[in-house]
């Protein structure tokens, strides 16, 4: 077998192993050590002490001792642990623990129901009001947290019955929630592009700029569509029999102030300094993370017991995904030395495609991933074999990213494992069909297409926000 | 066995929790950064270093934590459809197939990297603040036993399930909030039942 060849056994060994639900980290790094060892077999280098010792006529025990050191004398080892210190030591990486500290704390901060209140009594004169205000909350609060498992569950507690009591299309109420939850890993500051930074090299803060339109983009679809067809169908979202004429503006703003504007505030500081090149992003999301705290203290809501809780969920993420990273690092290094990078590249330039076609190709290989497959696993471990095809098609890495983060929206509403869905059928009224919540999710699938596809015809809703504030 | 595996799994917490407190200091040691820059014009030299450091140190601690927890992301929709006997058969393989190779090679070669270190008592060439950072090497090693001793613990499990035809229960622990909520629907939430339920929809639970 020649080399490229073992890096292709190498990665079909690797997605059977996966398929086998054993932890991929772990797979990641003895794959990489143990074909790494195979690459990087050097006799000659290996046994150099024990050559020139037996030339010096060593005695024994040194002799033994040089042969047996012989084994681990393989530069393999070298590389994992320089991979690995490259992981412990990357300055992109270090926003990770601090978003997800933000994120628990904010979660945990009793803000959900106030907002959710306050917006629906803000909506009530829109046509699906409870939807438009349900949508909004979880945008808002998915952006914040960055938690879509937690949105959606939080969500599907309060809202979901809510809109059901008021005689609102179980499949519509269903679907909001889904897609608004899932939300929070495209809107920046969004934990998604710091790993998909921390993979392509392409900066941070351009990612967060460029992601920004779009994820507006999105959610503005979102809110189109509920308050067309609300419009179209009165009768799946009914108006709410009590208006609530009774509130005045001035309890109205009084609400938004409670609860709507901290949260705002928040986000667009983090996001501002971050973009306005205030603070670098882990800065700014230590600032983030500490007005969490004071917003959590501001409503009474920072027990020890949650400040624990945060804390050490924090630390298991991270873990997570970090660990995720010294795997894959190792393994794709490893690969690409095997020379598997290169047979990839040649393979797909023997496909002779167009630009276009590879990038529907790419992405349809993504949405397809999605639906076995979590964000992270797609984006630390597959995104990584096609950004070096890129150049070769001339794409932009900040583009592919964009289009990559709209697309992994599907891979929490698609089945197989389609987690949003999940989330709120293990929360919602026995009476909820699984079926149902698929059935309101489907057209958000189809936005986030019809999304992707306005983006490549008009790229410039990616790149304005870059241009304006970094002039390239 | 029973008792190695609680061994372990508190010790591997402990370790995963202390170093845990790693993101309260870094969040508030960055934040004093930021504050002393924009307010003070005095920027520390030191922050950016302590940054890495301790977010490097936090996750590598807590590797181990989070494999007793079974935190680590798996594919585990085909692992989901099996009893839990195949389930453990099949992973205590894995584990010396895929698991042990890794993490003892990530001991040895820490040794020699850290090792290297020390001898010349390495500091950090990214600021002038000359922080030593052949401790934060350590932390490779430190990491690497914690989660070959976890790893152990592992495979006990896996031959406890083996004989017995369940999973042993985890210990107590924090949880994410949805898994807090969802208690009552934690059924819904493994997902091998749920595709049967799209086909035939079972009983409405309760």
């Known amino acids: ?49 024990y050559t020139r010792a037996l030339q010096q006529d060593a005695d024994t025990f040194t002799l033994i001792q040089n042969y047996i ?95 059901l009591k ?10 909001v929630i889904c897609a608004g939850g899932t939300l929070g890993i495209l809107i920046p500051p969004s934990i998604m592009l710091i790993v998909y930074a921390a993979t392509s090299g392409v900066s941070i803060v351009r990612l967060y700029a460029g992601a920004l339109l779009p994820g507006f983009l999105l959610a503005g679809m979102y809110l189109v569509y ?3 067809r609300a419009m179209l169908q009165p009768q799946l979202a009914p108006k709410p029999e009590k208006l609530g004429d009774d509130v005045t503006v001035f309890q ?66 991270t873990a997570m995904v970090c660990w995720l990273f010294v795997g894959s690092w190792v393994f794709a290094s490893v690969f690409s030395y095997l020379g598997g990078e290169h047979l990839v590249s040649e393979f797909v330039q023997g496909l002779d495609l167009t630009p276009l076609q590879f990038l529907l190709l790419a992405q349809l290989i993504i ?51 389609a987690m949003s869905a999940y989330y709120l059928k293990g929360i919602a009224p026995p009476h909820v069909r699984l079926t149902q919540i698929f059935a309101g999710s489907l057209p958000y699938v189809g936005m986030v297409f019809l999304a992707m596809i306005i983006l490549y015809n008009v790229p410039a809703i990616i790149y304005y926000l870059p241009q304006l504030v970094y002039g390239r | 066995m029973q008792r190695y595996i609680h061994f372990a799994d508190t010790v591997s917490a402990w370790f995963g929790k202390a170093f845990a407190w790693c993101v309260v200091l870094m969040t508030l040691a960055v934040s004093y950064e930021v504050v002393v820059r924009y307010a003070f014009r005095a920027p520390t030299v030191w922050a950016f270093d302590l940054t890495y450091i301790m977010y490097g140190t936090l996750f590598m601690m807590a590797g181990a934590y989070t494999l007793s927890r079974d935190g680590h992301v798996r594919g585990d929709f085909l692992y ?92 107590q622990d924090v949880q994410e909030l949805e898994e807090i909520l969802q208690k009552e629907g934690a059924e819904a939430l493994r997902h091998g039942s749920e595709a049967v339920d799209i086909v035939e929809p079972k009983e409405p639970r309760r």
């Not at chain 1, 106030?114 to 909350?137: E, H, N, W, Y």
């Not at chain 1, 008021?166 to 269903?174: E, F, H, I, N, P």
């Open chain 1, 1 to 49: 077998m020649t080399d490229p060849q073992v890096a292709v056994a190498m990665l079909g060994i690797f997605i059977f192993i996966i398929l086998l639900g054993f932890p991929i980290a772990f797979t990641l790094m003895a794959m990489g050590i143990i074909f790494g060892y195979y690459a990087y077999f050097d006799a000659d280098r290996m046994w150099m002490p």
């Open chain 1, 69 to 163: 050191g012989g084994f681990f004398n393989n530069r393999v080892f070298d590389l994992f642990v320089n991979q690995t210190y490259s992981v412990m030591a990357n300055d992109v990486l270090t926003a990770v623990p601090l978003f997800l500290f933000m994120g628990y704390v904010v979660e945990r901060a009793n803000i959900v129901d106030r907002l959710f209140q306050t917006l629906s009594v803000t909506t009530r004169r829109l046509p699906g009001s409870m939807a438009v205000a349900a949508l909004i909350t979880c945008a808002l609060f998915a952006t914040a947290t960055g938690i879509v498992g937690a949105v959606v569950t939080l969500m599907g507690l309060l809202a979901f019955p809510a809109m």
């Open chain 1, 166 to 175: 008021a005689r609102y299309d179980t499949s519509l109420a269903a679907g």
């Open chain 1, 226 to 228: 509920v308050v067309i």
């Open chain 1, 252 to 317: 109205v703003i009084w609400m938004l102030l409670t609860s709507f504007f901290p949260l705002a505030f928040l986000i667009v500081a983090v996001l501002g300094a971050i973009l306005f090149g205030f603070a670098t992003p882990s800065e700014a999301a230590a600032i983030g993370a500490l007005g969490g705290l004071l917003l959590a203290m501001a409503y009474r809501a920072l027990t020890w017991k949650r400040l624990q809780e945060s804390v050490y969920l924090t630390v298991k993420t």
């Open chain 1, 367 to 417: 949405f397809l991933l999605g639906w076995p497959l979590e964000w992270s696993e797609i984006i630390i471990i597959f995104v990584p074999i096609f950004l070096p095809l890129l150049p070769m098609f001339d794409i932009d890495p900040l583009f592919f990213g964009i289009l990559i983060a709209l697309n992994l929206q599907t891979s929490f509403l698609t089945p197989p494992m």
């Open chain 2, 80 to 171: 989901r459809l099996w009893s839990e006997r195949t389930q453990a058969k099949v992973e205590l393989v894995l584990y010396f197939l895929f698991f042990f190779p890794g993490v003892l090679a990530l001991i040895f070669a820490g040794w020699k990297y850290a090792s290297r270190s020390w001898r010349y008592l390495e500091v950090s060439n990214m600021s002038p603040a000359n922080v030593p950072i052949y401790q934060f090497k350590t932390v490779i090693i430190a990491a690497g036993i914690l989660l070959v001793m976890q790893g152990i613990a592992q495979v006990f499990r896996c031959i406890i399930t083996i004989r017995t035809g369940e999973w042993p229960p985890h210990a």
